[in-house]
């Protein structure tokens, strides 16, 4: 009974949500969330893309719980064993679980997003909104060189400075994040001007804070929601060039698994031993196309026309 | 003219932002590039020698510039593994590169375009779900590991394509390099069977870039053309009965060419980069199996040898579909 | 659009499928030439006085003529190729060489003494990576002109700045004793260089094949010598590619689009020899893989820590795993197939003895301590077992990978705890490795150099007496397996993996022992 009720008169928390005139900045900013969630739960393809990601990160954070096996300890009498039932997979060249490492890789893929978002995404912010809020030469010099890395290819950059620096997982994440800002720093920019002139900004100004300050404490906080949408975007692509990077050798240092390194290592049974190298890439693969369902997701609520 | 002149201060920039970017990465080496050249037996003296060689005594603004003017005149340095000409080598390989670049925007473009339009056609129908899902398979996958996945099924277990190599590896020493597009030198040399052989190794590694291209491509494309099905003249149109495939292909299609022209540019530029991880995986001699190859050799000049060239096709690239949007489309002018 | 759409798909379909059915029924390799897929990116020159690495040895070993080669069936005997006679003058300083008559350049110019001057003259003044081997017996850029001589046109002098054991000069030669057309060469010549910049990238030899083009990284051309004095080579051609990814060897080797695979992994040659239309081919090599202990660090110090490390390595599982095929269990610093090596290995995995030895050195918990290593595949496999073993033990094992060249500038400043990799003797006599290990550089860079130990080492290089000075080299080995801290585990097997077609390919115990002329194709 109750919950028929329900279903025909919304709960309060939604009538407030879906209220048609707005009582606050909030609610309506709060509301339009909500609409574009709803619009999201109602594509199917994004909700599965939600659920990937969601199983990677339940898998990253109870590692230890979930995974059989040791991860890391070989044992060379159990080598290459193909997938069955001690071993779902089947093990590595050095006697290792495969499925282990597939769920400790997940915290490696995991990691390495999350470091280049937090990497990538305040230089990119800290560039776009100081060129934006300041204009004239300074704009000018920042979004040339922001054009300049725009222009150039990205998985190759990547790769030089990865080879430069040597492999390693802070490496690979720093050569990543050298290639990922210039987007950033372009939205920010693009924020940046369309509150620059706003009142509040105008008021704080006024009230005798430091550029400084309207930058951090009331600019870049605006520029937020459309940067995180576009590093959500983005994340796919991240884990594609990790895993390259990893394929290449340029990736997170060994014993510690990582997805692309694990197919490189396996390419030299793929005739014999074909699952130590394709499990691998299928978790890339899996992972990287939940992000992109999201992404795709997002994108059609955001911004219809294009979807 | 005006605009002219900012394509070509932008182009300038940016290129000087590229060897800006691989000037520090060189720099960047923990290992001293003095001690990769002279080998294990070198003495004090002849260490000391090498590094005035190199120019490594000068201050780092001093070494930047004539980094800069080595470059600009089209001195990349020499290989450390090989000892031979960067620029020399790069220019050997790079026409497998373009080869299979080019047959991998051709199947993109002539799979792309097509599925982007039905999709736009059929907006929100299962058809433009499941092309959509499709295209996003294509952008999720790591082509390294499909390239793998590709030549143990098609090559070791099914036998229907040649494998790795850009022709049969007996043949490949055979063929004079005239203009080092492998089709194009076998006909020349007008020998049939090589010709197709050369073409068979082209289809897996093609195809795959093309399917990467494919998913861009009909992305951009259904985009373009929801746009334009949303203007009023298509409305006109078919009120006055103009047939559908007409108002399509002819009407729409009419005004997304520019922008299309440019997205399969942008692609083109994306293929070069794809070809780095899927050359490795099809031993095919080009650009990305040199830069691959050479950052498995610690040869660092080579990287950023390749990188430059890489970079700079981007960068030419980006300037041609400029200029060309700017000259074909006159809302540009 | 739909139509355009189908015939678009059907007429892409068709073409692929066209293609590949004419595709499939192509022959694989030509049956007049040896394709070959190895790894030659360490070639950086052609030029036999600057070639040290191992493919381009190779390379030089079928393309040119050495006064003397080493018997690759019996490595404690010589073989005379371009010289046709050897003697030692009675004070064992002054060496004398028959050149053999007969013998043509590509060029068509004969051979004589002159030749084999310029070419050992050319060696020692060019002074690229391999003079060394002829600085140990005094020959240098200052009196080389004089020590080598033409004594008639046939007949070579060399003079030695001491009498040495005449086997230890002679294995030196063997590498070192290149002829090259004088007057080809001298043609190229510019600002005084010897023709060493045209040498680099072209050919002036005698050798069974000629060499024909070389594409850095890419491919090698070698054609049949069809006047060679000791008979025309079966076969036409020899291509060779570089193929770096050994599955890709392996692929192409058993779908026949190549005749060898040189750079096959253990598990790929286990794989490859149950495929029937495959045959294999093995030799072991003069090349070591060892961890290098060094002694600065005070746990290190303790000779029982270092004897404990010993026990810690899984030889058996590794060498019927990862170097199945590619790598034999070896303990002793002379590679087997060296005069005077000891082939018996007293160590194998034993946890309590190690666990027993630790504790009397005062560790009964263990320690930490970190290896550096290169991130290629053999290294990292070989590192990762290590890993696994010393900590049963209680040593944590912290592997540091970088790339080659970070970790031996850091091995040659003596900055490392272990060092984990590859020795490779420079030539094929015991001095070579004696020296390494036990005077230097190795032994500088573990920090284990003494003054009686080095005293032994020149003893056993002079003496005359072949089989006495195997046996002062054993002895030597036997009192390293002790106290040396050197944890050396495998000796390099190199393994070709063949075409069943094929045969006649000889794989020496050195890479300039590896000769294509025997090479038939069925």
Same mark, same amino acid.
């Given at each position: 009974?109750?919950?028929?009720?329900?279903?025909?008169?919304?709960?309060?928390?939604?009538?407030?949500?879906?209220?048609?005139?707005?009582?606050?900045?909030?609610?309506?900013?709060?509301?339009?969330?909500?609409?574009?969630?709803?619009?999201?739960?109602?594509?199917?393809?994004?909700?599965?893309?939600?659920?990937?990601?969601?199983?990677?990160?339940?898998?990253?954070?109870?590692?230890?719980?979930?995974?059989?096996?040791?991860?890391?300890?070989?044992?060379?009498?159990?080598?290459?064993?193909?997938?069955?039932?001690? &071993?779902?997979?089947?093990?590595?060249?050095?006697?290792?679980?495969?499925?282990?490492?597939?769920?400790?890789?997940?915290?490696?893929?995991?990691?390495?997003?999350?470091?280049?978002?937090?990497?990538?995404?305040?230089?990119?912010?800290?560039?776009?909104?100081?060129?934006?809020?300041?204009?004239?030469?300074?704009?000018?010099?920042?979004?040339?060189?922001?054009?300049?890395?725009?222009?150039?290819?990205?998985?190759?950059?990547?790769?030089?400075?990865?080879?430069?620096?040597?492999?390693?997982?802070?490496?690979?994440?720093?050569?990543?994040?050298?290639?990922?800002?210039?987007?950033?720093?372009?939205?920010?920019?693009?924020?940046?001007?369309?509150?620059?002139?706003?009142?509040?900004?105008?008021?704080?100004?006024?009230?005798?804070?430091?550029?400084?300050?309207?930058?951090?404490? &009331?600019?870049?906080?605006?520029?937020?929601?459309?940067?995180?949408?576009?590093?959500?975007?983005?994340?796919?692509?991240?884990?594609?060039?990790?895993?390259?990077?990893?394929?290449?050798?340029?990736?997170?240092?060994?014993?510690?698994?990582?997805?692309?390194?694990?197919?490189?290592?396996?390419?030299?049974?793929?005739?014999?031993?074909?699952?130590?190298?394709?499990?691998?890439?299928?978790?890339?693969?899996?992972?990287?196309?939940?992000?992109?369902?999201?992404?795709?997701?997002?994108?059609?609520?955001?911004?219809?026309?294009?979807? | 003219?005006?605009?002219? $002149?900012?394509?070509?201060?932008?182009?300038?920039?940016?290129?000087?932002?590229?060897?800006?970017?691989?000037?520090?990465?060189?720099?960047?080496?923990?290992?001293?590039?003095?001690? $990769?050249?002279?080998?294990?037996?070198?003495?004090?003296? =002849?260490?000391?020698?090498?590094?005035?060689?190199?120019?490594?005594?000068?201050?780092?603004?001093?070494?930047?510039?004539?980094?800069?003017?080595?470059?600009?005149?089209?001195?990349?340095?020499?290989?450390?593994?090989?000892?031979?000409?960067?620029?020399?080598?790069?220019?050997?390989?790079?026409?497998?590169?373009?080869?299979?670049?080019?047959?991998?925007?051709?199947?993109?473009?002539?799979?792309?375009?097509?599925?982007?339009?039905?999709?736009?056609?059929?907006?929100? =129908?299962?058809?433009?779900?499941?092309?959509?899902?499709?295209?996003?398979?294509?952008?999720?996958?790591?082509?390294?590991?499909?390239?793998?996945?590709?030549?143990?099924?098609?090559?070791?277990?099914?036998?229907?394509?040649?494998?790795?190599?850009?022709?049969?590896?007996?043949?490949?020493?055979?063929?004079?390099?005239?203009?080092?597009?492998?089709?194009?030198?076998?006909?020349?040399?007008?020998?049939?069977?090589?010709?197709?052989?050369?073409?068979?190794?082209?289809?897996?590694?093609?195809?795959?870039?093309?399917?990467?291209?494919?998913?861009?491509?009909?992305?951009?494309?259904?985009?373009?053309?929801?746009?334009?099905?949303?203007?009023?003249?298509?409305?006109?149109?078919?009120?006055?009965?103009?047939?559908?495939?007409?108002?399509?292909?002819?009407?729409?299609?009419?005004?997304?060419?520019?922008?299309?022209?440019?997205?399969?540019?942008?692609?083109?530029?994306?293929?070069?980069?794809?070809?780095?991880? =899927?050359?490795?995986?099809?031993?095919?001699?080009?650009?990305?199996?040199?830069?691959?190859?050479?950052?498995?050799?610690?040869?660092?000049?080579?990287?950023?040898?390749? =990188?430059?060239?890489?970079?700079?096709?981007?960068?030419?690239?980006?300037?041609?579909?400029?200029?060309?949007?700017?000259?074909?489309?006159?809302?540009?002018? | 659009?739909?139509?355009?759409?189908?015939?678009?798909?059907?007429?892409?379909?068709?073409?692929?499928?066209?293609?590949?059915?004419?595709?499939?029924?192509?022959?694989?390799?030509?049956?007049?030439?040896?394709?070959?897929?190895?790894?030659?990116?360490?070639?950086?020159?052609?030029?036999?006085?600057?070639?040290?690495?191992?493919?381009?040895?190779?390379?030089?070993?079928?393309?040119?003529?050495?006064?003397?080669?080493?018997?690759?069936?019996?490595?404690?005997?010589?073989?005379?190729?371009?010289?046709?006679?050897?003697?030692?003058?009675?004070?064992?300083?002054?060496?004398?060489?028959?050149?053999?008559?007969?013998?043509?350049?590509?060029?068509?110019?004969?051979?004589?003494?002159?030749?084999?001057?310029?070419?050992?003259?050319?060696?020692?003044?060019?002074?690229?990576?391999?003079?060394?081997?002829?600085?140990?017996?005094?020959?240098?850029?200052?009196?080389?002109?004089?020590?080598?001589?033409?004594?008639?046109?046939?007949?070579?002098?060399?003079?030695?700045?001491?009498?040495?054991?005449?086997?230890?000069?002679?294995?030196?030669?063997?590498?070192?004793?290149?002829?090259?057309?004088?007057?080809?060469?001298?043609?190229?010549?510019?600002?005084?260089?010897?023709?060493?910049?045209?040498?680099?990238?072209?050919?002036?030899?005698?050798?069974?094949?000629?060499?024909?083009?070389?594409?850095?990284?890419?491919?090698?051309?070698?054609?049949?010598?069809?006047?060679?004095?000791?008979?025309?080579?079966?076969?036409?051609?020899?291509?060779?590619?570089?193929?770096?990814?050994?599955?890709?060897?392996?692929?192409?080797?058993?779908?026949?689009?190549?005749?060898?695979?040189?750079?096959?992994?253990?598990?790929?040659?286990?794989?490859?020899?149950?495929?029937?239309?495959? !045959?294999?081919?093995?030799?072991? !090599?003069?090349?070591?893989?060892?961890?290098?202990?060094?002694?600065?660090?005070?746990?290190?110090?303790?000779?029982?820590?270092?004897?404990?490390?010993?026990?810690?390595?899984?030889?058996?599982?590794?060498?019927?795993?990862?170097?199945?095929?590619?790598?034999?269990?070896?303990?002793?610093?002379?590679?087997?197939?060296?005069?005077?090596?000891?082939?018996?290995?007293?160590?194998?995995?034993?946890?309590?003895?190690?666990?027993?030895?630790?504790?009397?050195?005062?560790?009964?918990?263990?320690?930490?301590?970190?290896?550096?290593?290169?991130?290629?595949?053999?290294?990292?496999?070989?590192?990762?077992?290590?890993?696994?073993?010393?900590?049963?033990?209680?040593?944590?094992?912290?592997?540091?990978?970088?790339?080659?060249?970070?970790?031996?500038? !850091?091995?040659?400043?003596?900055?490392?705890?272990?060092?984990?990799?590859?020795?490779?003797?420079?030539?094929?006599?015991?001095?070579?490795?004696?020296?390494?290990?036990?005077?230097?550089?190795?032994?500088?860079?573990?920090?284990?150099?003494?003054?009686?130990?080095?005293?032994?080492?020149?003893?056993?290089?002079?003496?005359?007496?072949?089989?006495?000075?195997?046996?002062?080299?054993?002895?030597?080995?036997?009192?390293?397996?002790?106290?040396?801290?050197?944890?050396?585990?495998?000796?390099?097997?190199?393994?070709?993996?063949?075409?069943?077609?094929?045969?006649?390919?000889?794989?020496?115990?050195?890479?300039?022992?590896?000769?294509?002329?025997?090479?038939?194709?069925?």
């Amino acid at each position: 009974m109750t919950d028929w009720a329900i279903a025909v008169t919304p709960p309060r928390w939604r009538r407030w949500l879906l209220a048609e005139t707005p009582h606050s900045r909030l609610q309506a900013r709060l509301s339009r969330t909500y609409l574009s969630w709803v619009t999201f739960a109602r594509n199917p393809l994004a909700m599965l893309g939600l659920i990937i990601v969601g199983i990677l990160v339940f898998l990253a954070l109870f590692a230890p719980w979930i995974a059989p096996h040791n991860p890391i300890a070989g044992d060379l009498g159990n080598r290459l064993q193909p997938p069955g039932e001690s &071993h779902w997979l089947g093990t590595d060249q050095q006697g290792r679980d495969i499925w282990s490492r597939i769920i400790f890789g997940s915290r490696t893929t995991l990691l390495i997003i999350f470091m280049v978002a937090i990497t990538a995404a305040p230089v990119g912010i800290a560039i776009g909104a100081t060129a934006g809020y300041l204009g004239g030469k300074t704009e000018a010099i920042l979004m040339r060189l922001t054009d300049a890395f725009l222009a150039f290819p990205k998985l190759v950059l990547a790769l030089a400075f990865a080879a430069a620096l040597g492999p390693g997982i802070e490496n690979a994440v720093l050569a990543i994040a050298l290639t990922s800002w210039p987007p950033y720093a372009r939205i920010a920019r693009a924020e940046t001007l369309t509150v620059r002139s706003t009142d509040f900004v105008a008021a704080a100004r006024l009230s005798g804070a430091s550029d400084l300050r309207i930058l951090i404490g &009331h600019i870049m906080p605006m520029c937020m929601p459309s940067l995180i949408v576009r590093v959500s975007l983005d994340m796919a692509g991240v884990i594609l060039i990790a895993a390259g990077l990893g394929f290449l050798g340029l990736g997170v240092a060994p014993p510690q698994p990582e997805w692309g390194a694990m197919v490189s290592e396996g390419r030299t049974q793929i005739l014999e031993q074909w699952w130590v190298c394709t499990y691998p890439g299928v978790a890339i693969f899996v992972v990287s196309l939940g992000f992109n369902l999201i992404g795709d997701g997002l994108r059609d609520v955001l911004d219809p026309r294009e979807g | 003219m005006k605009s002219f $002149a900012r394509v070509v201060l932008s182009v300038a920039t940016t290129l000087f932002g590229l060897l800006l970017v691989t000037f520090v990465i060189s720099r960047l080496l923990p290992a001293d590039p003095v001690l $990769a050249i002279v080998g294990d037996h070198a003495s004090e003296s =002849t260490i000391e020698q090498a590094r005035i060689q190199l120019g490594l005594d000068k201050p780092l603004l001093v070494q930047f510039g004539i980094y800069l003017g080595n470059v600009l005149q089209g001195d990349l340095g020499n290989s450390i593994r090989t000892g031979q000409p960067i620029a020399e080598e790069l220019l050997r390989v790079f026409p497998a590169t373009l080869e299979l670049a080019t047959c991998g925007v051709i199947i993109g473009v002539v799979f792309g375009i097509p599925l982007g339009v039905w999709a736009a056609v059929r907006k929100d =129908t299962h058809i433009d779900h499941l092309v959509r899902f499709f295209g996003l398979i294509g952008y999720s996958v790591p082509i390294f590991w499909l390239g793998l996945m590709g030549l143990l099924v098609f090559y070791a277990k099914l036998d229907w394509l040649p494998g790795p190599g850009r022709l049969d590896f007996g043949y490949e020493e055979l063929v004079t390099p005239v203009t080092g597009l492998m089709t194009v030198d076998t006909l020349i040399a007008g020998d049939i069977d090589l010709f197709k052989n050369a073409l068979g190794h082209l289809i897996l590694p093609a195809s795959l870039l093309g399917y990467f291209s494919l998913a861009y491509i009909s992305r951009m494309t259904r985009s373009l053309m929801l746009g334009q099905l949303r203007q009023e003249y298509i409305l006109t149109a078919r009120v006055k009965g103009v047939p559908e495939r007409r108002i399509i292909w002819k009407h729409a299609m009419g005004n997304i060419l520019v922008p299309l022209l440019t997205v399969i540019a942008l692609s083109y530029g994306n293929l070069l980069e794809g070809s780095v991880l =899927t050359e490795t995986v099809f031993a095919w001699r080009g650009l990305g199996l040199y830069i691959t190859d050479s950052i498995f050799g610690q040869d660092m000049p080579a990287v950023l040898g390749g =990188t430059i060239v890489v970079g700079m096709i981007f960068i030419i690239i980006n300037m041609l579909t400029d200029v060309a949007y700017r000259v074909l489309d006159p809302r540009a002018r | 659009m739909k139509p355009f759409l189908r015939s678009a798909l059907q007429g892409s379909l068709a073409a692929v499928a066209i293609l590949a059915s004419s595709v499939a029924a192509q022959a694989k390799t030509p049956a007049d030439t040896l394709v070959m897929a190895y790894v030659i990116d360490d070639f950086i020159s052609l030029d036999p006085a600057e070639i040290y690495e191992f493919a381009a040895s190779e390379y030089m070993a079928n393309t040119y003529d050495r006064l003397v080669v080493i018997d690759p069936d019996n490595t404690s005997q010589l073989k005379l190729q371009a010289a046709e006679s050897w003697s030692v003058s009675d004070d064992g300083k002054t060496f004398t060489f028959k050149i053999r008559p007969g013998i043509k350049f590509e060029s068509g110019n004969e051979m004589t003494a002159e030749d084999a001057e310029f070419s050992m003259e050319r060696f020692v003044l060019l002074n690229k990576n391999p003079a060394f081997i002829m600085n140990q017996f005094g020959l240098t850029a200052e009196n080389v002109k004089d020590k080598v001589r033409v004594k008639d046109p046939m007949t070579l002098e060399v003079e030695l700045d001491a009498p040495y054991a005449p086997s230890f000069f002679m294995n030196c030669l063997s590498y070192t004793s290149v002829v090259v057309d004088k007057k080809t060469v001298m043609e190229h010549e510019e600002n005084g260089d010897l023709g060493h910049g045209w040498m680099r990238t072209n050919y002036a030899g005698s050798g069974p094949f000629f060499f024909r083009s070389w594409k850095p990284n890419d491919s090698l051309v070698l054609e049949a010598n069809e006047g060679y004095w000791d008979g025309a080579p079966k076969i036409k051609r020899v291509l060779i590619k570089n193929v770096t990814e050994s599955a890709t060897q392996q692929l192409l080797l058993q779908k026949g689009d190549i005749d060898v695979a040189r750079n096959l992994t253990g598990d790929q040659v286990t794989a490859v020899s149950k495929d029937p239309n495959v !045959k294999i081919q093995s030799k072991p !090599k003069a090349a070591l893989w060892y961890m290098g202990l060094n002694t600065k660090n005070p746990h290190i110090a303790k000779v029982e820590v270092r004897q404990a490390m010993k026990y810690l390595v899984d030889y058996d599982g590794l060498g019927e795993s990862m170097f199945a095929g590619t790598g034999i269990k070896h303990q002793s610093f002379l590679p087997d197939g060296q005069l005077g090596a000891y082939n018996e290995n007293p160590y194998s995995l034993n946890v309590t003895k190690a666990k027993e030895l630790l504790a009397k050195a005062g560790y009964p918990d263990g320690f930490n301590i970190t290896m550096e290593t290169t991130n290629k595949t053999e290294a990292r496999e070989l590192s990762a077992s290590l890993q696994n073993t010393m900590a049963q033990a209680g040593i944590n094992l912290i592997i540091k990978l970088a790339d080659n060249k970070t970790t031996l500038t !850091k091995y040659r400043a003596s900055e490392h705890d272990i060092y984990l990799g590859e020795w490779g003797s420079d030539y094929q006599d015991p001095h070579s490795n004696a020296e390494g290990y036990l005077m230097a550089p190795l032994a500088k860079r573990n920090q284990w150099v003494d003054e009686a130990r080095s005293q032994k080492v020149l003893a056993a290089r002079d003496e005359k007496d072949s089989a006495k000075r195997a046996q002062m080299y054993v002895d030597l080995q036997k009192m390293a397996l002790e106290e040396s801290p050197y944890v050396i585990m495998f000796q390099r097997v190199e393994t070709a993996a063949l075409r069943k077609n094929v045969d006649g390919l000889i794989i020496g115990p050195t890479f300039d022992l590896n000769l294509y002329r025997d090479v038939v194709k069925h």
